[in-house]
């Protein structure tokens, strides 16, 4: 180590192996991926955020939703995650590229919101955003995205069912919904070629029958 | 040395320490104000994942928010600032000469704190990025990256002007953490927030990134801090030191590598989590001659200082065995995205970094200071509190989070049945969390005590060591 130079070029050799292996090497074989188009369907997969979901992410990445929900299915025969019903697939990195921000999350306090969009609680709006007003079990009440104002007219058909005080209503921000908007857009149905679960022992008897 | 760490020998007192102090003291003070504080938000943080409506209605504390902020201020406020502020010291003193540019670490120390607070008022707000250790709104990234350069430049000028060809280990730790976190930081800012690159890329640089931070910048700069006071504090040589280059070497080459443990199942590349396996175990060599190399910690005979060193290494080297282990696809398998690895993360941070660094801290005050601290009764109540609250911490969320992951792979055990599971031991790791946050309010305090009657009572002694028999010590 008596040699400076060498020992900063060591040192920055070390980093840039690391870097240029785990970043350049995942770029090489990930960078490239685009969205897969299905001609049957005459469009391409995965679909871009809508204008009011892509808000909506901002919005679950500034709350850090992400300290409680994974956005991603493992394999069937991995964990519980096909049984917990949260995807029939593993998730691919092909699912991702549309993503302005991925939220992967590294954090299952709650489940997992990969395929959140599928399932019955987020299918109707009104109902996800009176779920994200109330509290259930673990998941803390968010009030901050709500507002309570004053009844001028008729009142809001989007009001929540709450007890408000006489002439007030309470109705879901932007904020709010744009996030109900992102969550009910969460949905990786489509299978990709490299999405299919390999399951040689259904292939088998395939063959037989033949 | 006596049970506490006495007051410095006017003959230990160098014209190094003394022209070092105010901005070592600056930097010290700031970086305990931000593990307070960022100890507070942790308590907050734990005591909602028992009552999830505790302070709900605040948007500024939503439970998301709050982990985001208390991880930022542990990080860039606590871990960077005291860290800094060691490798600085121990630079200066190995070198055998007084600091330079030292206007200039006080300026970076300004900058980098305002930036630090800036960042958490912007994730506080909502600014916040999504990156674990990268939750920092873009604005700040810059500033805080030229604050640490004006800041880290003084250390580089210590090892390049050193009055010894020789050098020793705590030294290539120091800068190589100080070289090397610049470099990792920028990458990760343009290509996570300035430029992002798509999908998946997005996380797997930023599980790059974390390791990075943790192998090649906070470890290296605890090791710093280990490897220049066992010997010192102990006054035996460093056993089987022949092999502490190649251990370096291997912790800095390999390191970088282990971060694609996160990813075992995930919809990444699977080599990724192969080569982090493979790369973990590989680390293990790493972990062992740091062990062997300073093994004279855990027969410390009364020193406070290498008692917190010892518990740090304990904890380090644990660290590396539990992340060997946990990189294994049939423990993932349980481990993953559960407690566990917060008690990792917690076992890495609060354990080895902490620790390592409170000896530097015990070791390096009444030095700069020229005065001895104010309370050894208060340095054994942090030195208890600290190691129970770690430990207390650490094995809480462990057991939780093997409990939350065999639970989680039982399709039939719903998530409030989870949290009734786990509830005793999260509230075991409250508690352990509020006495981690009593103890180090104490350093805190001791240290607020010493640099003001420090500053207001010169230290007298000026005595000067020969700057080679400064170096050879260690």
Not at chain 1, 112 to 127: C, I, M, T
Not at chain 2, 124 to 145: E, F, I, Q
Not at chain 2, 316 to 322: D, F
Not at chain 2, 370 to 392: F, K, V
């Amino acid at each position: 180590m008596k040699n400076g130079f060498t020992f900063f070029l060591g040192l920055f050799l070390a980093l840039a192996l690391a870097w240029a292996g785990i970043v350049l090497g995942s770029h090489a074989q990930l960078g490239h991926l685009a969205p897969y188009f299905d001609e049957n369907e005459g469009k391409a997969f995965p679909e871009r955020l809508p204008g009011i979901a892509a808000r909506g992410q901002l919005v679950y990445q500034d709350l850090g939703c992400a300290a409680c929900h994974t956005q991603q299915v493992r394999r069937p025969d991995f964990g519980s995650d096909k049984a917990r019903g949260w995807g029939d697939r593993q998730s691919v990195a092909r699912d991702y590229v549309s993503q302005p921000h991925v939220q992967l999350g590294e954090s299952r306090i709650g489940p997992d919101l990969a395929n959140f969009g599928a399932r019955p609680l987020a299918v109707d709006a009104d109902r996800l955003t009176q779920y994200l007003y109330d509290q259930h079990g673990g998941m803390p009440p968010y009030r901050f995205l709500f507002e309570t104002r004053r009844i001028t007219g008729e009142r809001s058909a989007k009001a929540l069912k709450v007890p408000a005080a006489a002439g007030m209503e309470v109705v879901a921000t932007h904020r709010a919904q744009a996030l109900v908007a992102y969550l009910q857009s969460l949905n990786n149905v489509y299978e990709y070629p490299e999405a299919r679960p390999l399951e040689p022992v259904e292939a088998k008897k395939e063959g037989e029958a033949k | 040395m006596t049970t506490a760490p006495s007051a410095a020998t006017p003959a230990e007192v160098t014209e190094i320490d003394a022209s070092a102090r105010c901005p070592l003291l600056l930097l010290l003070g700031s970086a305990l104000a931000w593990l307070v504080l960022s100890g507070a938000l942790a308590l907050v943080n734990l005591v909602q994942l028992n009552s999830p409506s505790f302070l709900a209605e605040c948007p500024v504390l939503s439970f998301g928010r709050t982990q985001a902020l208390q991880e930022t201020a542990f990080i860039y406020g606590w871990a960077a600032n005291a860290g800094l502020a060691v490798a600085l010291w121990i630079l200066g003193r190995l070198g055998g000469a007084p600091l330079r540019s030292l206007n200039w670490v006080t300026a970076g120390t300004v900058f980098w704190n305002v930036a630090v607070v800036l960042g958490l008022v912007g994730i506080a707000t909502g600014d916040a990025m999504a990156h674990t250790w990268l939750h920092l709104p873009r604005y700040v990234l810059p500033l805080l990256l030229v604050a640490y350069g004006t800041i880290a430049v003084s250390g580089v000028l210590a090892w390049t002007g050193r009055r010894n060809q020789m050098t020793f280990a705590a030294q290539w730790y120091a800068v190589a953490a100080l070289f090397l976190f610049p470099w990792i930081f920028s990458a990760a800012q343009v290509m996570l927030v300035f430029t992002p690159e798509r999908g998946v890329l997005q996380a797997l640089v930023g599980g790059w990134f974390v390791q990075g931070a943790w192998t090649l910048w906070l470890a290296p700069l605890a090791l710093t801090s280990a490897y220049y006071l066992v010997p010192k504090v102990s006054g035996r040589a460093i056993p089987s030191y022949n092999f502490a280059a190649l251990s370096f070497w291997t912790l800095l080459v390999v390191g970088g590598w282990t971060g694609g443990r996160h990813f075992i199942g995930g919809p990444v590349p699977a080599w990724v989590a192969s080569i982090a396996g493979v790369s973990c175990a590989l680390l293990l060599f790493h972990y062992i001659v740091v062990g062997l190399n300073l093994r004279a910690a855990f027969s410390s005979g009364g020193s406070t200082v290498l008692k917190f060193v010892a518990f740090g290494l304990g904890a380090y080297v644990l660290g590396g065995l539990l992340d060997a282990v946990t990189a294994i696809r049939g423990v993932a398998l349980v481990t993953q995205f559960t407690y566990f690895t917060a008690a990792q993360s917690q076992l890495a941070l609060n354990g080895a970094y902490s620790m390592m660094i409170f000896g530097a801290i015990y070791f390096l005050v009444p030095r700069i200071t020229g005065q001895a601290w104010a309370s050894a009764t208060l340095i054994r109540a942090h030195y208890l509190a600290a190691i129970i609250g770690t430990a207390g911490l650490v094995a809480a969320l462990a057991v939780a989070g093997w409990i939350q992951g065999h639970d989680l792979n039982d399709p039939a055990v719903t998530f409030a049945t989870i949290a009734a599971h786990t509830k005793t031991w999260l509230q075991v790791a409250t508690a352990a969390q509020a006495l981690l946050v009593l103890g180090n309010l104490l350093l805190f305090g001791q240290l607020l005590k010493s640099a003001v009657s420090s500053l207001l009572v010169p230290a007298t002694a000026t005595f000067r060591q020969p700057p080679t028999m400064e170096a050879s010590v260690s």
